[in-house]
């Protein structure tokens, strides 16, 4: 007589594989959207930090405001020193803890978006306007909080993704917006979250869901976007500095 057996025959295992790869396949965006979500928080949570201790400089040096660029001590305006130190210590954290921000923002951490991948040690960048180059057509950088107009609508902080690897990449220096009417970007937000975040001199942030579609495949500095013009670029340049401080 035959003993009667417990195991699967191989159709009842093809049955359970099956059900358990459409589960997978059905898990797999809310999954994907639950990280996304997470990495935005938190993302969000860096970017208030680090504007938080922005501003805390600010106050304690009689509002005079820290270097957007990242080139150090040497090449700051005015002995204006920088709140990175890239063109001393290249993409490396040693360039955060040399800059002026560090003593208000100990954790690396905080500088580096989790949806970032790419090889960036920090993923923000501050906007040109505050003490950063000097840019043509535009108002001119300002070095005090006390000369910004509508602290609410000038951005401090946002994610850039600049990919090249040479010694003009790495998020180096500051971000800079072409002013109103260009319809091209110089500077380019990173598509980390289908949007990006932003910080403004009040001390809030914003999660800023990219209108134009164009906005998230820009992989080159010089994006142009004409007909119609980018609704994002147009938000950003009101937010630069560039157009709301009359």
């Known amino acids: ?33 639950a990280r996304d979500q997470a990495n935005r928080t938190a993302c969000m949570s860096n970017i208030r930090q680090l504007t938080l201790g922005w501003l805390q400089y600010s106050t304690e040096h009689k509002f005079k405001v820290m270097g957007a660029n990242t080139r150090g001590a040497s090449g700051a305006p005015d002995g204006y020193a920088d709140w990175v130190w890239g063109d001393d210590f290249g993409n490396t954290e040693k360039s955060l803890e040399a800059g002026l921000l560090w003593p208000y923002i100990k954790n690396a951490k905080a ?39 509508h602290s609410s609508d000038t951005f401090v902080f946002t994610e850039e993704d600049d990919y090249r690897q040479d010694a003009t990449g790495y998020n180096r220096n500051s971000f800079m917006v072409n002013p109103y009417p260009s319809d091209t970007w110089i500077d380019f937000p990173a598509n980390f979250h289908k949007g990006c975040t932003l910080s403004f001199a009040d001390g809030h942030a914003i999660y800023f869901p990219f209108s134009d579609p164009r906005t998230a495949t820009i992989k080159a500095p010089g994006a142009t976007m004409v007909n119609p013009s980018s609704v994002d670029l147009r938000d950003f340049q009101k937010w630069s500095g560039t157009s709301n401080q009359n």
């Open 1 to 33: 007589m035959r003993r009667k057996t417990n195991a699967f025959t191989l159709v009842e295992l093809l049955v359970v594989i099956g059900i358990i790869a459409l589960l997978i396949a059905i898990l797999m965006p809310a999954l994907q959207k």
């Open 111 to 149: 500088y580096h978006c989790p949806g970032d991948s790419g090889f960036h040690v920090w993923t923000y960048s501050i906007s040109n306007y505050f003490c950063g180059e000097l840019q043509s057509g535009g108002f001119a950088p300002v070095k005090s909080l006390n000369q910004v107009k």
